[in-house]
């Protein structure tokens, strides 16, 4: 009985539950010496060799095992978490799919299959990090749509293309706009004035790169990147009805011509579909004018539409890392401020927590500048800490910028807080701000973030100007609330992206518009915030934002993300000590969509509609695979 396979595999593997590795190892090799073919006995060596570091060993026992015993399963599990290491998807992969085969019961195993088989697909890429080029080269292998196969002779009467220079229509482009212009008439819908279209580059070799999945029209973000280069259809009859000449087709012309009809006001349509090729330049940009030039054009057409923007700079944002060759070029603006400085009321909640209110403090403190003027609410929610007690009155007591201290003890109500210090506030711009955020510490990241928001907060057209918020870790925390996106349906976009990412051509690096944006950094004209009632008490912890933004929508005012404004929002540090927990957010969701079921239906226009409702990471719609994560 001592002889037996079985003996010396039991005591192999009492031994490694003891961690006795030596002792292990060598019964193991007495259960191979009576069967080579053991295989639970090659699982548990490979084990101990991973556990050595030995991890070529490891994976010639495992797969050793494998083909001794496929019905173990553990042995593929194994198998595959060790190919995983050496980033061999493809195998790694395989093997996670035989571990589900054999192991039913463990339907996690399964989850990860399916998350090797993305990885695997997609050559290591995660959507998650945004969609990267061999994750779009899966996608228009495989994924994307196809036009029709046969353009008709005279596929769009009635309409004028523009093609720019350098940009390749697909073939069937101009036969599938057609047919979609001919099924939204049969569904009732209005005709547009113009169209225009997703595109992507195409590199001298012919590799399409670098897609751009376009929203609805939203005009800061036009202004940000326009999009119209590459291609837009205009109807015949809306161009004579505006009075404008033919489009040109020199580029610096042409831009100046789309700036003139945009004066006029026509609806744009956007059509989820790639229609159209831009051919790349050195450095991966897509040929075009010269960026000062048209700078200078966008200039001129701002302060025509009576906005105050004193200056137009062109702006790339560099790939991270070997994303895609290139940056994406867009444009920053500055607005102008009143010549007499508006005063801004800071308004900031807390409890306790005296470390992260003493940084959001100094950072506020730091913000400081001759062109506004600042006063500063802490509205306290029942502090008990001495230490906060000690800041407080060093805040009092300290020369310069002061802070004022409002008592708001009892129950955590987020909106009833804000409301009370900003009816006690005197500014004309209130910036309601979390006391876990702080501006970032970093070279390179514009200073005058208070600045900037309150310039946009200024122009008549917007409702509220928010803050691009990233974690301590370094990624998107917040660049926009968007109502309808993702699967509790409100969602951040590019919500974990780095910040230098280029999806939708790097949205969350330009000044652009979104439903809503968070209340832990949102500036706003108090004589607004009054007027339309404030927060709503009855959401007291989530929701309370969105809501008020939506309101404020309904009113036909846009909320900007203000770019240059860049802090860190060290999101539920100060919630913690409240113990909150998800019942919170659920009810803030379950108070928004019995008050605004139609924004949170769906994502609506601010959302590209080729990519994902369901993903804040902005994959195209063909790429919702469960666990391709």
Not at 411 to 418: A, I, K
Request: with cysteine; proline share 9%; charged share 20%.
């Amino acid at each position: 009985m001592a002889s037996t396979p079985q003996h010396w595999y039991s005591l192999g593997e009492q031994a490694l539950e003891r961690e006795h590795w030596a002792e292990a190892e060598a019964a193991l090799w007495e259960c191979l010496a009576l069967d080579p073919r053991h295989g639970a006995a090659l699982h548990l060596l490979g084990r101990l060799r991973a556990r050595q570091g030995r991890r070529p060993e490891a994976i010639r026992l495992q797969r050793e095992s494998a083909r001794c015993d496929p019905d173990l399963g553990w042995n593929a599990f194994a198998l595959a978490e060790l190919l995983e290491e050496q980033n061999d998807w493809p195998a790694a992969a395989g093997a996670m799919a035989a571990a589900a085969a054999a192991l039913p019961h463990q339907p996690w195993i399964a989850r990860r299959r399916q998350r090797l088989e993305g990885l695997a697909a997609l050559d290591g890429e995660t959507l998650a990090d945004g969609l990267g080029p061999a994750a779009y080269r899966y996608w228009r292998r495989h994924l994307e749509l196809p036009l029709p196969p046969v353009e008709p002779a005279d596929p769009l009467p009635g309409w004028q293309v523009c093609v720019g220079a350098g940009a390749q229509l697909r073939a069937g482009a101009l036969g599938w706009m057609a047919a979609e212009l001919k099924r939204r008439l049969e569904a009732g819908e209005q005709l547009p004035d113009g169209l225009y279209a997703d595109e992507d580059l195409i590199s001298p070799t012919g590799e399409r790169f670098g897609p751009w999945f376009k929203p609805g029209w939203q005009p800061e973000s036009f202004w940000s990147t326009p999009w119209l280069d590459g291609l837009s259809v205009w109807r015949l009859d809306w161009l004579q009805q505006a009075d404008l000449p033919p489009p040109p087709a020199a580029p610096d012309a042409l831009f100046a011509w789309q700036l003139q009809a945009l004066a006029c006001q026509p609806r744009l349509v956007a059509l989820p579909r790639i229609l159209v090729h831009r051919r790349a330049a050195a450095g991966g940009q897509p040929f075009a004018m010269p960026a000062i030039a048209r700078s200078d054009l966008l200039h001129r057409h701002l302060r025509e539409l009576g906005e105050a923007v004193t200056a137009v700079t062109p702006h790339t944002v560099e790939p991270p890392g070997s994303a895609q060759p290139g940056g994406v070029a867009g444009f920053r603006f500055t607005w102008a401020l009143p010549s007499s400085p508006p005063l801004v009321s800071v308004i900031v909640p807390s409890r306790d927590r005296p470390d992260l209110l003493a940084a959001c403090l100094d950072g506020v403190d730091r913000a400081q500048t001759p062109r506004l003027r600042l006063e500063v609410w802490v509205v306290d929610n029942g502090s008990r800490q001495q230490a906060s007690a000690e800041l407080q009155r060093r805040w009092q007591e300290r020369p310069g910028l002061r802070a004022g201290w409002l008592d708001g003890d009892g129950p955590f109500n987020w909106s009833l807080l804000n409301n009370g210090a900003a009816r006690t506030a005197r500014g004309d711009l209130l910036l309601f701000l979390n006391n876990d955020v702080r501006p970032l510490q970093r070279r390179g990241h514009h200073a005058g973030w208070l600045e900037s928001l309150a310039a946009q907060a200024l122009r008549p057209v917007v409702g509220c100007a928010g803050a691009l918020l990233l974690t301590p870790a370094g990624r998107l925390q917040h660049a926009g609330v968007l109502p309808g996106l993702g699967r509790d349906g409100c969602a951040h976009p590019y919500r974990d992206l780095p910040p230098d990412h280029h999806v939708h051509r790097s949205r969350s690096s330009f000044l652009t518009t979104w439903p809503a944006l968070t209340g832990a950094c949102l500036m706003v004209r108090r004589p607004l915030f009054l007027e339309a009632g404030g927060f709503d008490p009855a959401l007291p912890v989530e929701g309370n934002d969105v809501d008020f933004c939506l309101r404020l929508g309904a009113f036909g005012l846009r909320h900007v993300l203000t770019p240059e404004a860049v802090l860190v929002h060290a999101e539920g540090s100060s919630r913690h000590s409240r113990g909150d927990d998800r019942a919170a957010r659920h009810a803030g969701l379950t108070g928004l969509r019995q008050r605004w079921p139609a924004a949170m239906a769906g994502p609506g226009l601010c959302w590209p509609g080729a990519s994902s409702a369901l993903h804040h990471d902005g994959r195209p719609r063909e790429l919702q695979i469960p666990g391709w994560d």
